[in-house]
């Protein structure tokens, strides 16, 4: 997992629950900014119970990872302001605050690494998170998606998550072409699909 990470700029680790997605990719964070001395600072995108613990528990737990420094960008919004001036290896942020960290930078998008914890949670590509995401990708060199559940609700769910790993080099650049190409309509009326 840890080569895995180094090796492909876009990926994702779709490992279950209890597999050490986190110290995995902390690990390979670690190696990247600190052994191939790539540039930061990383963004770790979390559900708000793991930005808030887990992040930061797993640097102290193992004794590798603990020279990193993790800021978590959570509170108010001059909390936040304040966690993104503290110096730091990792931010983490809980992703109801996405829409609000890409709206404060803007065009000045500073992280180049970005870590997805609960790639699922990217899964519609009409919720506002995933909508301003999209918006400073192409300011991403790189970007790692962790779930254990990549299709919750069916494949349909693939083609968000991918973009925004790929930005549509294997599922296409848009939800109709995957739908096209990979589903087929399961109930319609007429010329409306409901479902695939």
């Not at 990792?90 to 609000?100: F, L, M, S």
């Not at 790993?165 to 010329?191: C, I, W």
């Amino acid at each position: 997992g840890i080569n895995w990470i180094i090796d492909h700029p876009a990926c994702a680790l779709l490992w279950g629950m209890g597999c050490g997605k986190t110290v995995t990719t902390l690990t390979a964070v670690d190696r990247l900014l600190h052994d191939c001395m790539e540039d930061g600072p990383v963004l770790v995108i979390a559900p708000k119970r793991v930005a808030e613990n887990t992040w930061s528990k797993e640097c102290d737990k193992w004794e590798h990872l603990h020279h990193l420094r993790v800021s978590r960008v959570m509170g108010t919004a001059k909390q936040r302001t304040d966690a993104l001036t503290a110096s730091a290896d990792i931010y983490v942020i809980n992703r109801e605050n996405v829409v609000w960290l890409v709206e404060h930078f803007g065009q000045r998008w500073p992280f180049r690494i970005v870590v997805i914890d609960e790639l699922s949670s990217f899964k519609s590509n009409q919720a506002k998170r995933w909508k301003a995401l999209r918006r400073v990708r192409g300011r991403i060199r790189r970007i790692v998606g962790l779930t254990g559940t990549p299709r919750p609700n069916g494949l349909e769910d693939l083609w968000p998550e991918m973009y925004l790993l790929d930005q549509g080099e294997r599922l296409g650049r848009t939800l109709s072409a995957f739908r096209a190409n990979y589903l087929v309509p399961e109930k319609m009326n007429g010329h409306i699909v409901y479902s695939y």
